[in-house]
């Protein structure tokens, strides 16, 4: 197998994030973002980790773009830190951030490298977090000038977009289960920021239409195929549930479905009830260019009573003797493809683009290379995947590798490393892994 396999129109590219890559968090007059503030109580990250240099991407952006382009890839996604366009989240703008990601998409054009921006990847402004955040019915008014300061300052050089970096990821880590910034918990902080961010994904999506011409829209989701741990109803009732909140949640409303519906499940009617007065269905619904998807592990879920709301607890892969990676997250390419067959089956998308897939594996650096087959051979599996799924007529345009070097890794700090570069923290010098090396010849 090799790209040309996936014909001469397929689009191929990595992805970083701001949050984890950049650093730079008080520089150049950026503001405090949520994650600046949750990694500064050190209990919360592994290893006590900060964000405060995390790669140095903010000045070392020349070299890793060269590294993208040596490893033969066309397209590079990143995303636009929120705080650093608008350092209190509304308000004044940052006219050094601004020109910050001018230098980055100049460079990437110079470069022949095609930038995909992402609007949100997770780092809300700490300031609008003080107001609620994504709880906060302004956030919408707030995420809406976001957008317009960058469709017109990029407009004219960036023609892809990605609106929402997996709004179930940051919807439930940090609103409900409080494991990631901003750490809240419970229901009455979950069910107003889904509303709030199924409806930023659409908002997002018309403000860039109106301002950007050819403008390519997109937004991700994270998904996984999610299987019953047995036949017995209670447990295929589980998956069901996690179902729904795993891969129908905002995909379902951004189609023009609204919210999903089920009468097993008492959480869709709080869902329900939380908006009713709301007539939302329209303005949830946006005819996106396309859907990025995002996966990397499949769930199996048995009934547990003992858990609230959903009343399913994960059966984890290594208790089941499956492969896992350094995460502990079981390696199952046919469930990539099968997600990627179901979010095509739905009707109403036009694309999939994968915008995120890859594994952390536990990487030794001996005598300067990095010999990480196991990241090969995901890699290999997970590609094949997508190549059946394409035969069989599923409209996939392109693929990024997550990710392009070592990062902050949210709540585990930088000890899972996903890199197709290898990162030392203390010297920030770069090492190609075999992998990306592999992924240069498959390029090529």
């Avoid at 991407?57 to 993208?68: A, T």
């Avoid at 040596?70 to 929120?82: D, E, M, Q, V």
């Avoid at 929402?164 to 809240?184: D, Q, V």
Wanted: glycine share 8%.
């Amino acid at each position: 197998m090799t790209a040309k396999d996936f014909g001469k129109n397929f689009k191929w590219g990595v992805a970083i994030a701001a949050a984890q890559n950049e650093g730079a968090t008080d520089v150049d007059g950026k503001g405090k973002s949520i994650w600046d503030s949750f990694t500064q109580n050190g209990s919360k990250i592994k290893g006590a980790a900060k964000l405060t240099t995390a790669c140095d991407f903010y000045h070392r952006y020349k070299d890793d773009l060269l590294l993208v382009k040596a490893l033969g890839f066309s397209l590079f996604r990143f995303s636009i830190s929120w705080a650093r366009i608008l350092p209190d989240g509304t308000g004044k703008i940052n006219k050094e951030g601004i020109n910050f990601y001018h230098r980055v998409i100049d460079e990437c054009l110079k470069l022949g490298l095609i930038p995909y921006v992402t609007l949100y990847h997770w780092d809300l402004p700490q300031e609008l977090e003080n107001k609620g955040g994504w709880t906060n019915y302004f956030i919408n008014k707030w995420f809406s000038r976001f957008v317009t300061i960058c469709a017109e300052a990029y407009g004219s050089k960036v023609k892809h977009w990605i609106i929402l970096n997996e709004p179930f990821g940051f919807t439930t880590l940090g609103y409900m289960l409080g494991k990631h910034a901003p750490g809240k918990k419970g229901l009455g902080n979950f069910l107003p920021a889904i509303h709030h961010a199924a409806l930023a994904q659409a908002e997002g999506g018309r403000i860039i239409r109106k301002l950007v011409e050819e403008a390519h829209i997109g937004t991700t989701f994270s998904c996984s195929q999610v299987i019953p741990y047995s036949d017995k109803k209670e447990d295929l009732a589980a998956a069901n549930r996690i179902d729904i909140l795993m891969n129908r949640l905002f995909i379902e409303p951004a189609l023009g479905k609204g919210y999903p519906v089920d009468d097993s499940f008492k959480f869709l009617e709080k869902l329900q009830l939380h908006n009713k007065t709301w007539k939302y269905t329209e303005r949830l619904h946006f005819d996106f260019d396309f859907i990025g998807l995002q996966y990397y592990f499949p769930v199996v879920v048995k009934h547990n009573s003992y858990i609230p709301i959903i009343q399913a607890t994960e059966v984890k892969a290594t208790v089941r003797k499956m492969p896992v990676t350094a995460m502990g997250w079981e390696i199952n390419a046919d469930s990539f493809y099968r997600t990627i067959k179901k979010i095509w089956l739905y009707g109403g998308v036009k694309e999939i683009l994968i915008t995120e897939n890859g594994a952390a594996f536990k990487d030794e650096l001996k005598n300067g290379i990095i010999d990480d087959r196991a990241r090969i051979n995901y890699f290999n599996q997970h590609l094949q995947a997508m190549l059946k799924a394409k035969k069989e007529g599923v409209n996939i345009k392109g693929y990024f590798a997550w990710t392009l070097m070592d990062n902050f890794e949210w709540s585990e700090g930088y000890h899972p490393r996903f890199g197709l570069v290898h990162v030392d923290l203390k010297t920030q010098l770069r090492t190609i892994k075999n992998s990306g090396y592999w992924w240069r010849d498959f390029l090529q």
